[in-house]
């Protein structure tokens, strides 16, 4: 009873579009965490649902849930849901005008679209060419793969669900060797340490949503981590370029590297500041600098323009070799 009471539940929650990708898991495990918190709700899971849900504790909780939901999961534009199926499916998924379509669909993606060669590049400049990354809390940040300017095996984490699905379709015809993994690293941080090992480690805004949900989660999943180097972001700005979010709010993350000694560089670009940490190296001391970028990147920038402009050319490896 309390199973099909809970699977009522979720397809209740799963009623909003833009939570209907979501793999039921995922909304279990955070309904069930609601409802720890309400013991008296609890109590009532085998009433009818039709009565149960009309209660108005069960309707505060199905709001709440849906809030932390969309918190957590980013903001996919469903609305172009479908445009997003059709260019991945049916699209030159080599084109970059193509890519630049499916990066626009998600939040994340849309800001940093006009910056992403310089992204990669000031990330390479002091990592070296990775020729493996892991992408966690990927979102629709894969689609940026050609501007990374090299060729690197691509494993991409996220909640289950199916733009997990999508993304695979589009490294399979865009010929990348890419993989994708639905998972949460909240609940499984230890698993990340058994993905393999990787040059380069992307967690582009996640870690706040990760501490949200559970606190210290994001600083685990860091040590779990099998990487040569950790690039970390966060937003500057609230979602739709709204407010400034303060250096304060960052403070428990700087804290956190002080305490691993783990050192770092860190630059901006106007919605987003990137942190580049050498976790798997010897230690080797390095000068925290701060490059801020205010200059929009010229709209047809590419993987071309990336070329030419010179990311440092050796690999990790000859790196950490010299
Ligand atoms: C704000 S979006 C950022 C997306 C992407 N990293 C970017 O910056 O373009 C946060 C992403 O983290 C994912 N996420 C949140 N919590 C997660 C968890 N516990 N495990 C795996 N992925 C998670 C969400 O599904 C969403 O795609």
């Known amino acids: 009873m309390r199973d099909e009471a809970l699977a009522q539940i979720i397809t209740d929650i799963k009623r909003k579009r833009e939570l209907a990708g979501l793999a039921d898991t995922v909304v279990r495990g955070k309904v069930l965490k609601a409802l720890r918190a309400q013991p008296k709700l609890s109590s009532l899971l085998d009433r009818p649902f039709k009565e149960f849900s009309r209660r108005a504790d069960y309707k505060a909780l199905r709001r709440e849930v849906r809030r932390r939901l969309r918190e957590i999961y980013g903001v996919f534009d469903l609305d172009n849901k479908r445009q997003r199926e059709a260019l991945v499916s049916k699209g030159d998924v080599r084109d970059m005008t193509v890519v630049r379509q499916l990066l626009a669909l998600h939040q994340s993606s849309k800001e940093r679209l006009p910056f992403y060669p310089r992204v990669y590049r000031e990330i390479f400049s002091r990592t070296g060419v990775p020729s493996t990354i892991l992408d966690i809390g990927c979102g629709a940040n894969p689609y940026s793969y050609h501007f990374l300017g090299c060729k690197p095996r691509y494993v991409a984490v996220d909640l289950p669900s199916d733009e ?26 230890d698993c990340i340490g058994k993905l393999g090992s990787f040059d380069v480690c992307f967690c582009f805004k996640l870690l706040d949503s990760l501490e949200t949900v559970k606190r210290h989660s994001a600083k685990k999943v860091l040590g779990s981590l099998n990487a040569q180097w ?37 630059f901006e670009i106007p919605n987003e500041v990137f942190y580049i940490i050498p976790k798997g190296l010897p230690e080797r001391p390095l000068r925290k600098r701060k490059a801020v970028l205010v200059n929009d990147e010229r709209g047809g920038s590419d993987t071309a323009v990336m070329r030419e402009e010179t990311i440092e050319e050796r690999t990790i490896e000859e790196k950490r070799r010299s």
């Open 164 to 189: 997990l699905a999508l993304l695979n379709t589009f490294f399979e015809r865009a010929g990348i060797d890419g993989e994708v993994k639905g998972l949460d690293v909240v609940d499984d941080a």
């Open 230 to 266: 950790i690039i970390v972001s966060f937003p500057t700005l609230s979602i739709g370029g709204g407010k400034r979010i303060k250096q304060e709010r960052r403070t428990w993350f700087e804290h956190f590297l002080a305490k691993q000694e783990w050192s770092y560089e860190s």
